[in-house]
């Protein structure tokens, strides 16, 4: 991940996120997702097809896939996500390669970062104290639930707290995502981003929308 220091000069603040941008855990919610589908009896996908359609607010993604929220409704789906997901994440899920000398490299160079995610903070927190990593990020903001609605608000408050703590001038400060909803965050908090194309998304359809999008190399 050392090759994205070039995409991030000039920065003296990163907002990470955390799931596919950090967390290599894509195979894993394909593996579920996949299954979930298959125990309602409706049509299956692989990764190539999860790339394509995964989007925020999981609810509408949901349904894009065939989920009927009069037979079993969203908070109940979300819940067996979640449970499957905790229950397999340790053995399932990965930092991606690079992820600690690349936050190691940026403190050298004085640069601050925080995380925002669509993750439960409460659960986030505990990750990062596990990975070893929590003490790389000046805040960490979650939601407060698992439904993975929207980032917009948490973020624009996360951006609220930094100018006041660090006086920060938001062109000094760049998110780094894997999907559209990280470039639509990162607009309401009027500040720029760069997109990781080995998410959660397909390069096709982050390079659609946004012109800073780069692997991990």
Not at 17 to 26: C, F, H, I, K, M
Not at 103 to 108: H, M, R, T, V, Y
Not at 122 to 143: A, N, Q, S, T
């Amino acid at each position: 991940m050392l090759g994205l220091i070039p995409h991030l000069e000039g920065k003296k603040h990163i907002i990470w996120d955390w799931n596919g941008t950090l967390l290599d855990d894509v195979d894993f919610c394909v593996e579920i997702i996949a299954t979930m589908l298959s125990e309602h009896g409706l049509p299956t996908l692989d990764k190539t097809a999860y790339l394509k359609r995964f989007r925020f607010p999981i609810s509408e993604y949901y349904e894009e896939l065939g989920f009927s929220y009069e037979h079993v409704p969203f908070a109940e789906l979300s819940k067996l996500f979640i449970s499957r997901y905790k229950t397999g994440m340790q053995s399932r899920t990965q930092l991606y390669s690079g992820v600690r000398e690349i936050l190691e490299q940026l403190k050298s160079q004085g640069v601050v970062c925080s995380m925002l995610s669509a993750n439960h903070e409460e659960d986030l927190i505990i990750l990062l104290k596990k990975h070893g990593l929590r003490d790389y990020f000046f805040r960490v903001f979650g939601l407060g639930d698992h439904h993975a609605v929207s980032k917009v608000q948490r973020g624009q408050e996360l951006m609220q707290e930094l100018k006041t703590a660090l006086a920060l001038d938001p062109s000094t400060v760049i998110m780094v995502g894997d999907t559209d909803h990280d470039l639509e965050v990162a607009a309401a908090m009027g500040i720029d981003v760069l997109l990781l194309c080995d998410g959660h998304q397909d390069s096709d359809r982050l390079k659609a929308i946004h012109h800073k999008v780069a692997t991990r190399g």
